[in-house]
Nanobody, 123 residues
Framework: VQLQASGGGLVQAGGSLRLSCAASGRTVSNNGMGWFRQAPGKEREFVAGIAWNGGSAYYADSVKGRFTISRQRAASLVYLQMDSLKPEDTAVYYC?????????????????WGQGTLVTVSS
């Protein structure tokens, strides 16, 4: 399966962006999905995750209340709606497919990664 993340760009603080992740080659409809991000000089960190059926969603404390993860299971699409963006949200954002049907905050739980899309939030 290949994952393609898109939707990044430059936005002012307080603005919004919606990231998309499209899977091809094989369905991920039965996999948990996650979004991670990596800022320059920092480790990759968990942002949000969603279970295979969209029934459970998990967020990092730093984005809770501002970001929303969702999915179109049949179309193998996953979204990350990012509102009230802050300069500290600046990073390359990656989508990933989990080994199991449920998401995890651990990178080791994911077996497929997209190429990343850059989000830059200006102050």
């Amino acid at each position: 399966v290949q994952l393609q993340a898109s939707g990044g760009g430059l936005v002012q603080a307080g603005g919004s962006l919606r990231l998309s992740c499209a899977a091809s080659g094989r369905t991920v409809s039965n996999n948990g999905m996650g979004w991670f991000r990596q800022a320059p000089g920092k480790e990759r960190e968990f942002v949000a995750g969603i279970a295979w059926n969209g029934g459970s969603a998990y967020y990092a404390d730093s984005v809770k209340g501002r970001f929303t993860i969702s999915r179109q299971r049949a179309a193998s699409l996953v979204y990350l709606q990012m509102d009230s963006l802050k300069p500290e949200d600046t990073a390359v954002y990656y989508c990933a497919a989990a080994r199991s049907s449920y998401a995890s905050s651990q990178t080791t739980a994911y077996t497929r990664w997209g190429q990343g899309t850059l989000v830059t939030v200006s102050s």
